[in-house]
């Protein structure tokens, strides 16, 4: 188990090196951070004292080991559009995407398994298909298309819930919610909505084929001939062995979620770390642009590696594989 360890520890910091590398390529060479700093009234030997304190003038090496370095202790830079620092900013909006991604998550597993398993037990219905072909044109309409006409349905005609913002938050040290206030509960709904979609449709289609491969098995077989009732046996029985691969799945598409939970923010205008990536882009903010990739990347590798280390204290033949 210990040799396993290491070698998936040992992957990650290898990918993360490497997405460190993409940062800081991105950092040191789209444009030069010095003329994106500074304004038309910088002389030029305020510039080169710029460029010499931002260690600009150090071989490529030298400059990419203190990135690593700095990202390592959360020292990103300062924002060149805000003028404060990077991680700050990120931690100010880290809160706001997190309950939009758990929350969609939910969503997901909520509605995605009784579909799964729905669609399992009454295969051929019409109604189960009618679940699947909806699956299908859900999972085909890119996330910003489902956004608006969430918020043309349900905000523009009905008026029931708003169209963008994060209503009222409440603030627990570093910590802002909107789950303890209507408004915020009210605005969580739409994008958590829109956000869960394909989720969803994974959730689904991954409970019904997990479905269908135990009700062919013999236990299944044998607790229908003893007369279990079959409510308790597909829902008891049945789903539990198909809830590992969903764990799995779920825990994986977590950091999926993050990262592409910029297109519902952009559409929300909702105040998470996926709407300042886009305005960093809009405006080449570059420290915010790499700090972005790397935590995004972390959280996604870090999950990653969570789930390996989970499956092999579940499944010994995973840890005797690497030997």
């Known amino acids: 188990m210990l040799v396993f360890l290491i070698k998936r520890l040992s992957n990650a910091a290898l990918v993360m090196l490497a997405v460190s590398l993409m940062a800081f390529t991105i950092f040191r060479f789209v444009g030069d951070p010095v003329e994106l700093m500074v304004n038309e009234q910088t002389t030029e030997a305020q510039r080169a004292e710029l460029r010499e304190r931002m260690g600009l003038n150090d071989p490529v090496l030298v400059q990419f080991a203190s990135f690593v370095g700095k990202a390592v202790q959360g020292d990103f830079g300062i924002s060149y559009r805000n003028q404060t620092d990077v991680m700050s900013l990120i931690g100010e909006r880290f809160p706001a995407t997190m309950e939009l991604v758990l929350l969609a998550t939910i969503i997901s597993l909520v509605v995605g398994l009784p579909l799964g398993v729905i669609t399992a037990i009454h295969r051929g219905k019409w109604f189960t298909e009618s679940i699947q072909f909806a699956s299908i044109i859900g999972v085909s309409l890119p996330s910003f298309v489902i956004g608006i006409l969430l918020i043309l349905a349900f905000s523009v005609n009905l008026g029931w819930l708003p169209a963008f913002g994060r209503g009222q938050v409440v603030d627990f040290g570093f910590w802002s919610t909107g789950l303890l206030t209507k408004s915020g509960l009210l605005a969580l709904i739409l994008p958590s909505v829109a956000l869960s979609f394909y989720q969803i449709t994974l959730v689904m289609r ?84 790499a700090a972005y990739l790397v935590i995004v990347s972390f959280i996604f590798v870090t999950l990653n590696t969570l789930v390996d280390i989970a499956y092999a204290l579940i499944d010994p033949r995973l840890r005797n594989a690497t030997h």
Request: aromatic share 10%.
């Open 206 to 289: 991954l409970v019904r084929a997990e479905m269908l491969e135990v009700l062919r098995s013999d236990f299944v077989k044998f607790a229908r001939a003893r007369g279990v009732p079959a409510h308790r046996l597909y829902y008891r029985h049945a789903l539990r062995n198909c809830l590992m691969p969903v764990v799995t799945m779920t825990a994986m598409n977590i950091g999926s979620l993050i990262a592409f939970a910029l297109v519902t923010e952009t559409v929300f205008q909702w105040p998470g770390m996926g709407l300042l990536f886009i305005q960093a882009v809009t405006f080449v903010d570059i420290p915010v642009m």
